[in-house]
T-cell receptor, first 114, second 113 residues
Framework: EAQVTQNPRYLITVTGKKLTVTCSQNMNHEYMSWYRQDPGLGLRQIYYSMNVEVTDKGDVPEGYKVSRKEKRNFPLILESPSPNQTSLYFC?????????????FGAGSRLTVL | GENVEQHPSTLSVQEGDSAVIKCTYSDSASNYFPWYKQELGKRPQLIIDIRSNVGEKKDQRIAVTLNKTAKHFSLHITETQPEDSAVYFCAASIIQGAQKLVFGQGTRLTINP
């Protein structure tokens, strides 16, 4: 089944404790991206990647890191989480060619930072 | 960069009535406008999209209209049903780049029986 898989789905952590949210897709998509969803703010892009070893900042990259060492994986790293990073996070992927850039989203990861 | 404004933030309609959600965008270069639906506790999923070379697109009870001159586009749902209750997001981008997709703030649509 074609899908984007995120883990963990739920996480409660404390300020300053490094964490990684994994994202994996099995559709051979070139493009992958991380979004955070907050009430009243919609989906805001954190980072995106056009292909292996190619990443770039989205609209809200502060406090996050990413890497793209393999085409299928795009982990989101919070080096020192803070309470304002409490949010619902979505990974998404798509092909990167005209007319084929429909996003497939993962199930979401709800993160709480105390 | 692109900025997408979406209204209203919440919308409540009686079952069977129509619902309209409106979005405006700022970048005249944008030419791809998708709509995503997010049911409670689920992931967003594409329900319909429109490209700038057409003014309207329909898919059963759902339609999207685009006014490029005014830089706004709208989602129309007719004969609403309980399963239409969800959060709807509009977005805009340049067609070649998924990376440029900018989302609106979302509209929570509630269908009252």
């Amino acid at each position: 089944e074609a899908q984007v898989t995120q883990n963990p789905r739920y996480l409660i952590t404390v300020t300053g404790k490094k964490l990684t949210v994994t994202c994996s897709q099995n559709m051979n998509h070139e493009y992958m991206s991380w979004y955070r969803q907050d009430p009243g703010l919609g989906l805001r892009q954190i980072y995106y990647s056009m292909n292996v070893e190619v990443t770039d900042k989205g609209d809200v990259p502060e406090g996050y890191k990413v890497s793209r060492k393999e085409k299928r994986n795009f982990p989101l790293i919070l080096e020192s989480p803070s309470p304002n990073q409490t949010s619902l996070y979505f990974c998404a992927s798509s092909f990167d060619r005209a007319g084929a850039n429909v996003l497939t989203f993962g199930a979401g990861s709800r993160l709480t930072v105390l | 960069g692109e900025n997408v404004e979406q209204h209203p933030s919440t919308l409540s309609v009686q079952e069977g009535d129509s619902a309209v959600i409106k979005c405006t965008y700022s970048d005249s270069a944008s030419n791809y406008f998708p709509w995503y639906k997010q049911e409670l506790g689920k992931r967003p999923q594409l329900i319909i999209d429109i490209r700038s070379n057409v003014g309207e697109k329909k898919d059963q009870r759902i339609a999207v209209t685009l006014n490029k001159t005014a830089k706004h586009f709208s989602l129309h749902i007719t004969e609403t049903q309980p399963e239409d209750s969800a959060v709807y997001f509009c977005a805009a981008s340049i067609i070649q780049g998924a990376q440029k997709l900018v989302f609106g703030q979302g509209t929570r649509l509630t269908i009252n029986p």
